[in-house]
């Protein structure tokens, strides 16, 4: 009975510890983003001194153009073209990347088969296929779907595969001594076991086609951040030019942010369902 007591007068400060922990770290990634925005400002009005063109990459610079690019250059337009082919991209990553991962995952003979060419295929840049991209498809939104796909696949293929190999081995046998189909095997125990790790690759997957994106954009497209960055250049217009990096800087860290949110919570309903 005491003990029970003694765990229930203790379990608000035990609620009370994350909180505080969570709001020490909101407050030092504030402050350090602070801090990273006042040396900006530092080493801009430095350059200034000898470069007057370097005064237009300020920050206050930045957000004083961001009005006019969201009214004359339709920056939302760019933002909802770039997002799109992001979830193009991903979506035929996913397509691809996630079934040969679970067969790699499967087959310990596909996996010796196919490992060598994979790791090859890995360690190209996604941008040496540039050219080759432009040849095939074609100049226009095709090229950059093929270079975004490619981009993305090896994250999710990678952890597809080992989310399949360390599957719980106990759920395995206990839908097998069910007399489990394979489609229930499927649904039931392999798609929760490794969701959280095919979560982990797309959050890998974002962050690579987020890096991606811009270059591929400027392959002929008339749309996009990676084309509005290229058309502020040639208007000579580096504010704007700054705020667009800035646009994309923020997009990417909420894509991040959205990945890493789901995933945590995924991973945690997991943990509960394997206790």
Do not use: C
């Not at 250059?73 to 770039?82: C, K, N």
């Amino acid at each position: 009975m005491s003990s029970v007591l003694v765990r229930e007068a203790s379990s608000p400060a035990r609620r009370r510890a994350p909180a505080s922990a969570h709001w020490r770290s909101v407050a030092l990634g504030v402050a350090g983003l602070a801090a990273t925005l006042a040396l900006w400002w530092l080493a801009v009005t430095l350059l200034a001194g000898h470069n007057a063109m370097a005064a237009q990459f300020a920050p206050q610079r930045a957000l004083e153009a961001l009005p006019a690019l969201i009214t004359s250059d339709q920056l939302l337009v760019h933002v909802a073209t770039s997002l799109k082919r992001i979830a193009v991209g991903l979506a035929w990553a996913v397509v691809v990347g996630v079934p040969l991962g679970f067969a790699i995952g499967r087959l310990r003979w596909l996996e010796q088969t196919l490992s060598p060419t994979l790791q090859f295929l890995r360690m190209i840049s996604p941008l040496a296929w540039m050219p080759l991209a432009v040849m095939s498809p074609g100049v226009g939104d095709r090229a950059v779907y093929f270079l975004l796909a490619f981009a993305a696949v090896w994250p999710l293929v990678m952890s597809t595969a080992s989310g399949v190999a360390h599957l719980d081995q106990r759920w395995i046998q206990l839908g097998e001594s069910l007399a489990a189909t394979r489609a229930e095997m499927l649904w039931h125990i392999y798609v929760p076991g490794v969701a959280a790790h095919v979560l982990t690759g797309v959050r890998l997957a974002i962050g690579i086609l987020w890096i991606v994106l811009v270059p591929a954009e400027m392959l002929g497209v008339s749309a996009g951040l990676g084309y509005l960055i290229l058309d502020t250049r040639d208007r000579l217009a580096y504010s704007e030019l700054t705020a667009v990096i800035l646009v994309i800087g923020v997009l990417g860290f909420l894509l991040d942010l959205a990945a890493r949110a789901i995933a945590a919570r995924l991973s945690s309903d997991v943990a509960v369902r394997d206790q």
